[in-house]
T-cell receptor, first 113, second 112 residues
Framework: DTAVSQTPKYLVTQMGNDKSIKCEQN?????MYWYKQDSKKFLKIMFS???????INETVPNRFSPKSPDKAHLNLHINSLELGDSAVYFC????????????FGQGTRLTVV | AQSVAQPEDQVNVAEGNPLTVKCTYS??????LFWYVQYPNRGLQFLLK??????LVKGSYGFEAEFNKSQTSFHLKKPSALVSDSALYFC??????????FGDGTTLTVKP
């Protein structure tokens, strides 16, 4: 069983569209994250949820809205997609406290055309 | 604010030679330090971490890292590199609340 799974793996869409990426973890972790990896491979945290509550919200356009229906799921909805949103988006999870490593999904490659 | 620096974009070594991938950090309080590896088209995989105790920590695939508090460094090392070690390596620091900050990554290329 995949510990952190994201769908879809690839997403190609036109500018202006709205799209969602789903993430599920079966590790029983309290905390889930969304990261963006740009074309230069830089990795930046976007959001973090702990037990369905938003705890980290970095400087991200408000077109990006995370939703956590339960602590095993953290979805990312993006409105009015722009060319600059093209990137690989990674979901991750970890226990809440800081000593434990994060487990990453395989990523969703979003291409906006 | 916490930060991580990986001063080398690229590290090239010959197979069988030792390798070092550098990382320095800045954080308030005790650091929780991690190394992750990313193979092409894959997510990040955990390699090793320093939380407390021994300054030399051992991890997966024969990798180890040395925590140096005075130099605020956490360099990744391996005594004998393999071609299959070629990948992108990230150093990260995590605070007690769980917020992680990643370095910009270092591409390791091991040549036969």
């Amino acid at each position: 069983d995949t510990a952190v799974s994201q769908t879809p793996k690839y997403l190609v869409t036109q500018m202006g569209n709205d799209k969602s990426i789903k993430c599920e973890q079966n590790l029983g972790h309290d905390t889930m994250y969304w990261y963006k990896q740009d074309s230069k491979k830089f990795l930046k945290i976007m959001f973090s949820y702990n037990n369905k509550e938003l705890i980290i919200n970095e400087t991200v356009p408000n077109r990006f809205s995370p939703k956590s229906p339960d602590k095993a799921h953290l979805n990312l909805h993006i409105n009015s997609l722009e060319l600059g949103d093209s990137a690989v988006y990674f979901c991750a999870s970890s226990p809440a406290e800081g000593r434990t490593e994060a487990f990453f999904g395989q990523g969703t490659r979003l291409t906006v055309v | 604010a916490q930060s991580v620096a990986q001063p080398e974009d690229q590290v090239n070594v010959a197979e069988g030679n030792p390798l070092t991938v550098k990382c320095t950090y800045s954080v308030s309080g005790n650091p929780y330090l991690f190394w992750y590896v990313q193979y092409p088209n894959r997510g990040l995989q955990f390699l090793l971490k320093y939380i407390t105790g021994d300054n030399l920590v051992k991890g997966s695939y024969g990798f180890e890292a040395e925590f140096n508090k005075s130099q605020t460094s956490f360099h990744l090392k391996k005594p004998s590199a393999l071609v299959s070690d070629s990948a992108l390596y990230f150093c990260a620091v995590r605070d007690w609340k769980g917020k992680s900050t990643f370095g910009d990554g270092t591409t390791l290329t091991v040549k036969p």
